[in-house]
């Protein structure tokens, strides 16, 4: 699994300002990447772990997009938590990519609206968002075994927990990495040029992409969600001690389906959570217009899974509301992907699974 020619050797020193890192120690670097427009300097704040014995270097990053925090927090935790002295490999962590963006809490840098996951292996003479993205992926990315990047859905939405594939021909590598996660649901979109998962392939650095909550909005279980799936990562690579749990089966869904959206203005109130079953018909929210009373039944039109649903309370015509994506009960298989047995792992049946079973029952 360990590919030599990208491996990292801890006495290396990333970049101009961060210090050698020792095994067995953990460091904090900056990493400068460009003076900015009020001549302030921009850098890339890392953590280097260095594990006390050889093994993969992973990268963990997050806030690519700079208003999706829940992978800022989960990383957070993971490198107060990890112990080098119990590490095998390293861990290079970067809990926020686009700082430019996390400043102002958007998706983007206002001051060239470039969605940094477009535009990787990004550019030394263009935008500050291409300067950033280049520096990361040339230093940090190229330097990577594996790779996993946190994403939450776009403000105000949420999406239910999973792992995004989106590179043509996946190797068996990226496959068990996707599946290492222990995510319950992957969702298998088209390539797109620029993305970081695309670009960090076609370098032959698996990259797995983890959409987990909603920008701009933290909670515990998704941080946890999220801790659980980078230490099922590192078990099963060997890099930490423990059995990692994973799914037997992945759900499949296809979160290109379309939205169901309010017709009216006023407060909209979900019925439903993410990843329930709802049959054809049944009501997934309401619309209450609070000066005319008025009220609009949100009803799916299908059976299936309601795979995204908004924060936003205020809603106006053709605000989208939530998302549920077919889901045949009778014919499981073909929503259903096996997983592969990995090391250091043990299967347990699909937590969303066991609830839809449950339904049947
Ligand atoms: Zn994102």
């Not at 990495?177 to 390539?191: D, P, Y």
Request: aromatic fraction near 6%; proline fraction near 5%; hydrophobic fraction near 40%.
């Amino acid at each position: 699994m360990q590919k030599d020619e990208n491996q990292i050797n801890p006495d290396v020193q990333i970049g101009q300002m961060g210090r050698k890192g020792r095994r067995g120690e953990k460091i904090l670097g900056h990493l400068k990447v460009a003076v900015g427009e009020n001549h302030q300097e921009i850098r890339l704040n890392y953590f280097g772990i260095w594990g006390v014995k050889d093994g993969p270097t992973l990268l963990l990053n997050a806030a690519v997009h700079g208003n999706e925090v829940v992978g800022v927090e989960v990383l957070r935790e993971i490198v107060d938590d990890i112990n080098p002295k119990e590490l095998c490999g390293n861990l290079l962590v970067v809990p926020i990519v686009n700082s430019l963006a996390f400043d102002y809490g958007l998706r983007c840098y206002p001051n060239d609206n470039i969605d940094m996951n477009r535009i990787f292996p990004g550019n030394t003479d263009g935008t500050m968002t291409e300067k950033i993205a280049h520096t990361f992926f040339d230093v940090f990315a190229r330097r990577a075994d594996y790779i996993i990047d946190l994403h939450s859905a776009e403000f105000p939405d949420e999406l239910i927990p999973h792992v995004r594939v989106r590179v043509k021909n996946p190797s068996s590598e990226y496959l068990n990495l996707v599946a290492s996660t222990g995510i319950n649901a992957v969702w298998k979109g088209s390539e797109v040029e620029g993305m970081l998962q695309t670009e960090a392939h076609r370098i032959g650095v698996p990259c797995t992409t983890i959409e987990i909550g909603s920008a701009g909005r933290i909670t515990r279980g998704n941080v946890e969600l999220g801790i659980l799936a980078i230490k099922n990562v590192m078990r099963i690579l060997g890099m930490l001690e423990g059995t990692a749990e994973i799914p037997s089966r992945q759900i499949v869904l296809d979160l290109n389906s379309a939205w169901l959206r309010s017709p009216i203005d006023g407060i909209f109130r979900p019925a439903t959570k993410l990843g329930q079953f709802v049959k054809a018909g049944e009501t997934v929210g309401r619309i209450v217009n609070p000066a005319s009373f008025e009220e609009y039944l949100l009803i799916s039109h299908l059976s299936g899974i309601v795979a995204g649903i908004s924060h936003q309370p205020i809603v106006q015509p053709g605000t989208r509301l939530a998302i549920v994506v077919d889901f045949d009960r009778d014919d499981l298989t073909k929503h259903l992907v096996e997983l592969p047995a990995l090391p250091n792992s043990q299967l347990k049946e699909n937590e969303y699974l066991n609830i839809l079973i449950n339904e049947l029952n």
